[in-house]
């Protein structure tokens, strides 16, 4: 069983992580390297405050934002049809639509990771009240799982089911298998979206979960929800957030909205592919495209 405590400065509790170099820095159209090592070898979240929301429309900021993120890294598609910038606000779609998506609904959403190395997101509106972002250092989790429970950390490093989301129209495969913690030449990876491994556990058509991934699973979540370990915080408008999907789980909560569909909450979403990534366990591979160190991978196929 692994017995060895991971030491790196990806490895942080809650409010530890707002007296990092890459927390509260103003905006900056210039800053990219500082910012490319901090999302990698660093905390792995970058905040940035003042992006110039008031010079622009809706529309222009969008793509203002797209061109920026684009000097980070390599945007991807985040559906069938290939567009680069998601919004995220609740677009009212019912829950039976297939179309739904937890970042277009207004719920609280699970701790999880995107199908990227990083993602940028920018704050256009924020809602009327809510809204909150949660994020948690995966090397603290795995820490921990290994001093409390190290057979469910055996577990989490060995392959889970996932079924294809309902939006991903352009890939083949109905399935893939990855883990959920992995290493490859000495270093580390999560990724974790439990909504298609449930998916897949309910299909009949594809393997059950075992009772100890199901524990496992709920003793990752139950130790990302301890008070202290999340960083909690609320991304106002201007406010530009992007983390490092192999070392952070992110979460929103619930939240209102505005009235008026000129004030709703909405966030631009980018999915970013690093030049400065890591190397990737190789069964990531049927998700992620190609594992090795600086490809272009992630994102959703297109048609």
Not at 194 to 208: G, K, S, Y
Request: proline letters at 5%; one cysteine or more; aromatic letters at 10%.
């Amino acid at each position: 069983m692994f017995s060895n405590r991971l030491d790196s400065p990806a490895v942080w509790k809650g409010d530890e992580l707002v007296s990092r170099k890459g927390w509260g820095q103003p905006f900056s159209e210039t800053s990219k390297e500082w910012i490319q090592e901090e999302l990698e070898t660093g905390a792995g979240a970058v905040f940035l405050k003042g992006f110039p929301i008031d010079e622009y429309n809706k529309d222009s900021a969008r793509a203002a934002f797209e061109d920026w993120s684009s000097r980070i890294g390599s945007p991807l598609s985040q559906n069938e049809k290939g567009q680069t910038v998601f919004d995220v606000s609740d677009a009212g779609f019912g829950q039976d639509d297939p179309r739904t998506r937890g970042p277009n609904t207004n719920k609280k959403l699970s701790f999880h990771t995107d199908r990227s190395d990083v993602i940028s997101f920018l704050c256009w509106k924020q809602a009327r009240t809510g809204g909150e972002n949660q994020i948690v250092s995966s090397m603290h989790l795995f820490n921990e799982i290994a001093r409390r429970r190290p057979d469910l950390l055996e577990v989490l490093m060995e392959p889970f089911t996932y079924k294809r989301h309902t939006v991903d129209l352009g890939n083949e495969q109905a399935w893939c298998e990855q883990p959920i913690f992995s290493f490859r030449d000495d270093h580390f990876a999560c990724s974790f979206l439990r909504v298609l491994i449930n998916r897949a556990h309910n299909d009949p058509a594809l393997p059950d979960l075992s009772p100890a991934q199901i524990e496992a699973m709920d003793l990752l979540e139950a130790i990302a929800e301890e008070p202290g370990n999340a960083c909690h915080f609320l991304q106002e408008t201007g406010d530009v957030l992007l983390i490092n999907n192999w070392l952070l789980l992110h979460r929103r909560s619930a939240f209102e909205d505005h009235e008026d569909p000129q004030d709703k909450r909405c966030l631009f979403r980018i999915w970013l592919s690093m030049a400065n990534s890591r190397p990737l366990d190789p069964r990531f591979a049927a998700n992620f495209g190609s594992t090795e160190a600086g490809a272009i991978r992630g994102g959703f196929r297109t048609h």
